[in-house]
C-alpha cells in the first residue's frame, strides 16, 4: 500500500526521491517523508502528515541534502496518519533509518522485548521495531549486513523494507519478505534507484530487477547483490522495462484518471498488438503457454480478483463460458481462502490484477498453485509477483495506471479474457473456424468505437452537472452488461462518495425496487442486444415508481428515449465486446460527478492503488 523510493549516487537524493515519490502517491496519501545521510554523516529526515505537497513545503523551508536516501508514501496500518507515525523512522541512537510497506505481525512482542531491553520508542507504529532491532544487533558487533538479516529472519508477515546505517554510509538494503508489495531495483549508471512500483523511478533507467519473496539487496553506487536471508548471492534476472516515462505523467489532463480514460482506445490497441492475426483469423497468447493438451484437459475455472478486476471476471466468465465452454466460477480473492474451494490438476484458475500484487489475489493464487491448479494470470505491472508466480500470464498492456480507480486496466482485462476465450475455444474445437474469424474481425473496430464514446465526453459532464448533489444511485444491466452496472456503481462511489449499488436488473422486484422514487436516480445499460425487451421493462417498472432514468442505449435506438429521462447514446458493438463499450462513459460520468462535488479523484479517501495486506 505504502510507497517506497531510495536512491544511491552522484546526484543529490532528496529531489530525485521526492520526484518518484509524485508517482507513487497513489499508493498511500496518509503521511510522507525522506531521509538522507548529510554531509556531517547523520542522519537529516524530513517528514509530515497528510499529501506529499506538505512534505514538499517542509523541504522548500528545511532543505535536505544528500547522495543517498529513502523516501515514503504511508497508508496507515499501525498508528495514526500524523507526524510522530510517519516515515523514515530512526533507531534510537541514530544510526540505522527505515522506511517499511507491509505489516510486522508479531510486532507487540518484539517491541515488548526490546523495551524490555532500555529501547524507548518514537511511534506507535509496527515499523519502528525493525529499526531499532537492526541498531541493537549493530550494537552488540554484528556487522550491518548481517544485522539486517539477523533482523528480517525474525519478523512475520508480508513486509517490504529499505535501510540506511551510518555504519555503511551510501549504501541502501532493501528486502521483500511475502506479499507486501514489489520492490523494483533500477540500475542506472554509477547510481542505483529502487521503489515500489516501476514508474517512480521510469525516468533515470529502464533496466531493472524485481526482488522475490525473502530475497534481499544491497546497493551502492556502482554495485549491486541479490541476496537470501542467509546471505547467498543470487544471480540476478534483469527486465528492460518498455513503458515510456511519458505515460505515467498526466500530461495536459487535470487527472490520471482523466487520462487514463483517454487513453482507452491506445491500450486496446497495444493490448491487441502482435496477439491478433487479422489475416489468418487467430490469436496468439506466448505466455499463456497453451497446448491443445491443457486446453481440451481443463474442465473448470475459477476466475479470482477483487474490486474492479473482480467485475472484469465477472463479465470474462461470459466469453469464456459462451465459446470455450469451460465451467467458470468467479471469486472474490479475499473469500477464496475461506469456503475450501474443489480444485484438482484439471481445474485452471486465472487471477486478474492490475498492480499483480494485491494480498488477497496473490494468496488465492499461492493457494490455487498449491493445491494442483494450473494458475493464470492477467497483470497489468510488469514483473509483478502475480506475473512471476503464474503457470502462464497475459500482461495486459495497460501501461501504467496511476488512478486509485481503475479504468483502462478494466476494458483492457476485458479485452484480454475475450483473447483468451478465443484462443482456447480454438484449442478446444467449441467453435467453428469461420466463427473465430468473425469474432477476430470484429476486434478490429474496437478502438474506434471506444474512441467514439470519448467523443461525447461534454455530454456526460453535462449529465454530471444534473445529477452531482444525489445522494444514491442505482445502477442496472442484465447478462454481460449486469458486472458493468456494478463496475459503474464502484466508480462512483469510490471517488465521488456517492452511494451506488450495482445490480441485475431482474433482481429489482425482488427487493431494491423499494428504494426507488423521485430522489434515486437510476443508470440502466440498455443497449441493443437479446435482453433489450426486458431492461425496456425494467425502465418501465423504475419510472412507475416515481424514478428518473438515465439509459445507456445503441446509437439509433429512438424509441428509448420515449422511455427514459436521458439517453446516453454508444455505438453497437458485437455482444461480446459490448461491456468494453458501455462501461466508458459510466466511467466520464463519475469522473465529472466527483470533479464537480470538489473530490480528489486521484487519491480518493481511505482507498490506496495497491491494496498488499489482507
Ligand atoms: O491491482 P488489482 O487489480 O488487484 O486491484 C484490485 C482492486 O483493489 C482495485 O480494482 C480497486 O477496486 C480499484 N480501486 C477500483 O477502482
Known amino acids: 500500500m505504502c510507497g517506497i523510493v531510495g536512491y544511491v549516487g552522484p546526484r543529490q537524493a532528496p529531489a530525485i526521491i521526492l520526484q518518484g515519490l509524485k508517482r507513487l502517491e497513489y499508493r498511500g496519501y496518509d503521511s510522507a517523508g525522506i531521509a538522507a545521510l548529510e554531509e556531517n554523516g547523520r542522519f537529516a529526515i524530513r517528514r509530515d502528515a497528510g499529501k506529499l505537497s506538505n512534505l514538499e513545503t517542509l523541504l522548500q523551508s528545511s532543505p535536505l541534502e544528500g547522495h543517498a536516501g529513502i523516501g515514503h508514501t504511508r497508508w496507515a496500518t499501525h498508528g495514526k496518519p500524523n507526524q510522530r507515525n510517519a516515515h523514515p523512522h530512526l533507531s534510537m541512537n541514530g544510526r540505522v533509518v527505515i522506511v517499511h510497506n507491509g505489516i510486522v505481525e508479531n510486532f507487540l512482542e518484539l517491541r515488548e522485548e526490546l523495551e524490555a531491553e532500555g529501547v524507548t520508542f518514537a511511534s506507535d507504529t509496527d515499523t519502528e521495531v525493525i529499526v531499532q ?16 538479516r539477523q533482523t528480517l529472519k525474525q519478523l512475520r508477515g508480508a513486509n517490504a523494507v529499505v535501510i540506511m546505517g551510518l555504519d555503511r554510509p551510501n549504501e541502501l538494503f532493501c528486502a521483500r519478505l511475502g506479499n507486501a508489495g514489489g520492490i523494483a531495483l533500477g540500475l542506472g549508471d554509477n547510481e542505483m534507484f529502487l521503489a515500489s512500483d516501476i514508474p517512480a523511478i521510469l525516468e533515470h533507467t529502464r533496466r531493472m530487477i524485481f526482488l522475490e519473496n525473502r530475497q534481499m539487496a544491497h546497493l551502492t553506487p556502482t554495485s549491486y547483490r541479490i541476496m537470501d536471508l542467509d546471505g547467498q548471492t543470487i544471480p540476478p534476472d534483469i527486465h528492460t522495462i518498455a513503458w515510456d ?6 500530461g495536459e489532463f487535470k487527472h490520471f484518471m482523466q487520462k ?10 497495444d493490448t491487441l498488438r502482435g496477439r491478433v492475426d487479422f489475416e489468418n483469423g487467430r490469436v496468439h497468447l506466448p505466455e499463456m503457454n497453451l497446448t491443445p493438451e491443457l486446453a481440451q484437459r481443463i474442465n473448470k475455472l475459477y476466475i479470482t480478483a477483487c474490486g474492479t478486476s473482480f467485475y472484469s471476471g465477472l463479465a470474462g466468465k461470459f466469453m469464456i463460458e459462451n465459446l470455450a465452454r469451460i465451467p467458470t466460477e468467479v471469486t472474490y480473492a479475499s473469500e477464496f481462502r475461506y469456503y475450501d474451494p474443489i480444485i484438482d490438476e484439471d481445474t485452471a484458475v486465472l487471477a486478474i490484477t492490475q498492480s499483480g500484487e494485491t494480498a488477497d489475489t496473490l494468496a488465492a493464487s499461492e493457494q490455487a498453485k498449491a493445491e494442483g491448479a494450473t494458475l493464470w494470470s492477467i497483470v497489468n505491472a510488469f514483473g509483478s509477483q502475480s506475473m512471476r508466480i503464474s503457470h502462464g500470464y497475459i500482461p495486459m498492456q495497460a501501461g501504467p495506471e496511476i488512478g486509485v480507480a481503475s479504468t483502462k486496466a478494466f476494458t483492457t482485462s476485458l479485452v484480454d479474457q475475450y483473447l483468451l476465450a478465443c484462443a482456447l475455444s480454438d484449442l478446444r474445437g ?7 474469424r468473425q469474432l477476430v474481425d470484429d476486434l478490429a473496430q474496437l478502438p474506434d468505437l471506444a474512441g467514439r464514446v470519448l467523443d461525447h465526453d461534454a455530454e456526460y459532464e453535462e449529465l454530471a452537472n444534473q445529477f452531482f448533489k444525489v445522494h444514491n444511485f442505482l445502477y442496472l444491466g442484465r447478462g454481460i452488461n449486469y458486472p458493468i452496472a456494478r463496475e459503474g456503481a464502484l466508480k462512483l462511489k469510490e471517488i465521488s462518495y456517492i452511494h451506488a449499488e450495482g ?5 429489482m422486484k425482488h427487493g431494491p425496487i423499494a428504494l426507488i422514487d423521485e430522489t434515486m436516480p437510476v443508470i440502466a445499460i440498455a443497449t441493443k442486444d437479446h435482453l433489450y425487451e426486458k431492461m425496456i421493462s425494467q425502465i418501465q417498472q423504475a419510472k412507475a415508481r416515481g424514478g428518473t432514468v438515465i439509459a445507456v442505449a445503441t446509437e439509433g435506438d429512438a424509441a428509448i428515449a420515449n422511455e427514459a429521462d436521458h439517453v446516453i447514446y454508444v455505438p453497437e458493438a458485437p455482444p461480446l465486446l459490448a461491456p468494453i463499450i458501455n462501461v466508458i462513459p459510466l466511467q466520464l460520468f463519475s469522473y465529472h460527478v466527483a470533479v464537480r462535488r470538489g473530490a480528489d479523484v486521484d487519491q480518493p479517501r481511505n482507498l490506496a492503488k495497491s491494496v498488499t495486506v489482507e
Open 260 to 269: 487514463e480514460i483517454f487513453e482507452q482506445p491506445r491500450s486496446i490497441v
Open 245 to 250: 516515462p511519458v505515460s505515467a505523467a498526466k
Open 503 to 507: 445490480y441485475p436488473a431482474g433482481e
Open 133 to 148: 532491532m537492526v541498531e541493537r544487533y549493530i550494537e552488540s558487533g554484528l556487522e550491518m549486513e548481517t544485522a539486517v
Open 430 to 436: 467449441t467453435i467453428s473456424r469461420r466463427k473465430l
